[in-house]
């Protein structure tokens, strides 16, 4: 979809005999399909009615945020660091190290962190390879050994996403195809980054929908989750 279309469809919803909150949802739902749509390998497009088209079948789609800011901080990656840390220090690389990622990397699953920790150790033995985590891994002499990394994650639970779909059942309604798209947004949820633990990735969901999808505004990922109808 180009700017154009995009403008087109804002002025719209502008003109709508609405409520200015409701007007506010609406560009808002845009605005994540429009990225939706965008990030995206699929060919996907957004219809007429602010809806999608998959294959040129039009699809009900419902938009909502899987809001975590009431949950507290996971130390899910300060434990992956500590693991580091012991490894480090084991091949007697004791030190201060600050850690510095790279902005648009994928939220962290149990997989990703193992990745992490592998890049952390060939970074502090040298190693020239492609890094898709870590951006720069200083070291600082010093008697305090650490890993500082400075951010904070919080994790989604299976619970989290269930909520959600019982809130969003009665919109999977008619004959078309039914997709959800829980939207994650790290400013809403007053964090650097999600954990997405492997009971959301691996275990299907009982729904209504067809497909699930989880969708970082910000990072552009979008991960599909399992389900049965």
Request: glycine share 4%.
């Amino acid at each position: 979809m180009d700017l154009y279309t995009m403008g087109q469809w804002t002025d719209a919803i502008e003109n709508l005999s609405v409520s200015t909150q409701k007007k506010e949802q609406k560009l808002q739902e845009l605005s994540t399909l429009w990225k939706f749509v965008s990030s995206s390998r699929e060919f996907v497009t957004i219809n007429g009615d602010f809806g999608l088209k998959y294959n040129n079948e039009e699809v009900s789609t419902v938009v909502t945020d899987l809001n975590l800011i009431q949950s507290g901080y996971s130390d899910v990656l300060e434990q992956a660091l500590q693991e580091t840390e012991l490894n480090l220090l084991h091949n007697q690389k004791q030190g201060f190290y600050t850690l510095t990622l790279y902005k648009h990397i994928n939220n962290f699953t149990t997989n990703g962190l193992l990745e992490l920790q592998e890049e952390l150790i060939l970074c502090s033995e040298g190693e020239m390879v492609h890094y898709c985590y870590v951006k720069e891994f200083n070291r600082t002499q010093a008697l305090y050994h650490k890993i500082n990394a400075n951010l904070k994650v919080k994790e989604i639970t299976r619970e989290d996403v269930i909520e959600v779909l019982k809130k969003e059942e009665e919109k999977a309604t008619g004959t078309n195809k039914k997709w959800l798209i829980l939207t994650l947004d790290n400013y809403q949820s007053k964090c650097d980054h999600f954990f997405i633990k492997d009971e959301i990735l691996y275990l299907p969901f009982e729904s209504g929908y067809d497909r699930i999808f989880l969708f970082d505004f910000f990072k552009s990922e979008i991960i599909e989750l399992k389900t049965h109808l």
